[in-house]
């Protein structure tokens, strides 16, 4: 980016080199975590609480995790997710210990209300830490590279080894969770789950009871124009299908929108990283349907942009030819008039509209 010689085409050459990179990282974090913990399965998690002391654990890293469960075991304290942390309840390795409750609460955005009704202990594993209040700050552990003031931090030894007994002795001294709500919810749809329903699904499309799929992953935040996702879900047709990964289903994934043949309208394929899944899903499916272009695949594009580290989801699609994204609720702000140019002309990258306007737009 240094180099002034470089034309627009030989920079946007390179910026989609990096999207197959991100592609390949993500397919390495995918075979990490499934050669670890077993390939995400449809599981039903329980949203309700047990009157036990609770941990509550939220951000990302699934092996922080891991270690805090099996230090757990037997001390009677219960063991709850928050936000992203949520698809660790699909890996079948998560699913043997007893005291891996179920989920607490929404996105992130929300946590200095739900961190306050949680009343245990929070382990913050990774990003998406808004900074807390003071009547909940002694309670908030951080590990691995998040960290705030005033909170308590757990590092790792030469072996990665982490000793969470002080988190665990905290909420042992703590009054269980005060209840949020009830229910269940249903995910666990990464790729090798879809695909081990392929023939359903493909069953499901040729008979027209599956018109389309429509990508839905991304981040949520708490501007109220975010609430045009809950509205959308809501509004799309009743032979569409949402596949969703990151904390943007948070805004639909406890609507009741039913199911097509058995096959729910909402498949969570996981963390924003398994958005990998969907890439997935959808180069199986050009296959599968003998399609010379992803794009023929009856899918369309309207995910909720948030932050930077999306960019490298947005770069791998781009990469494997993806064309016609809808990004909101509005364009990432970093991008300048030429390069936005760049994105809409070689890419149809656009922008969305109201409900009704898109709706018109990607169904007629």
Not at 91 to 118: D, S
Not at 356 to 363: G, P, Q, S, V, Y
Request: charged share 20%; proline share 5%.
């Amino acid at each position: 980016t240094l180099d002034d010689s470089l034309t627009a085409e030989e920079l946007t050459a390179l910026a989609l080199e990096t999207g197959k990179y991100g592609v390949d990282v993500m397919a390495a974090l995918d075979e990490a975590n499934t050669s670890a913990y077993g390939h995400p399965e449809v599981t039903r998690v329980n949203l309700g609480v047990r009157d036990n002391p609770a941990i509550l654990v939220s951000g990302h890293d699934l092996h922080d995790l891991e270690q805090l469960l099996e230090q757990n075991v037997g001390t009677g304290v219960d063991v709850y997710t928050h936000g992203e942390m949520l698809p660790a309840h699909y890996y079948p390795a998560f699913q043997k210990y007893p005291n891996f409750v179920g989920n607490y609460g929404n996105a992130w955005w929300q946590q200095k209300e739900e961190f306050e009704a949680f009343r245990g202990p929070i382990l913050l594993t990774t990003n998406c830490l808004v900074p807390p209040k003071d009547s909940y700050k002694n309670r908030l552990y951080t590990t691995g590279a998040v960290g705030f003031p005033g909170c308590p931090h757990i590092g790792a030894d030469r072996q990665g080894h982490k000793d969470f007994s002080a988190l665990i002795a905290h909420a042992r001294r703590c009054p269980s969770p005060i209840e949020l709500e009830q229910g269940t919810l249903v995910g666990g749809f990464a790729h090798n789950q879809v695909l081990a329903l392929a023939d359903q699904v493909v069953e499901a499309v040729k008979s027209g009871a599956i018109r389309k799929f429509v990508v839905m992953a991304g981040c949520d935040g708490r501007a109220k124009s975010r609430d045009y996702y809950t509205e959308f879900a809501k509004a799309l047709p009743q032979d569409t299908v949402i596949l969703t990964a990151g904390c943007a289903k948070y805004k639909y994934n406890k609507l009741e929108l039913g199911n097509i043949n058995g096959i729910p309208r909402v498949l969570d394929a996981g963390q924003c990283n398994d958005s990998y899944s969907l890439a997935v899903i959808a180069l199986k499916l050009q296959e599968i349907f003998g399609l010379d272009d992803i794009n023929d695949l009856p899918i369309v594009y309207n995910i909720a942009w948030y932050e930077q580290k999306a960019v490298i989801v947005l770069l791998a699609l781009l990469h494997l030819g993806v064309k016609n994204i809808h990004l909101g609720p509005t364009l990432p702000a970093f991008l300048s008039p030429n390069v936005a140019k760049v994105l809409t002309d070689t890419f149809g990258i656009a922008g969305i509209g109201t409900v009704e306007e898109d709706l018109n737009r990607f169904f007629g």
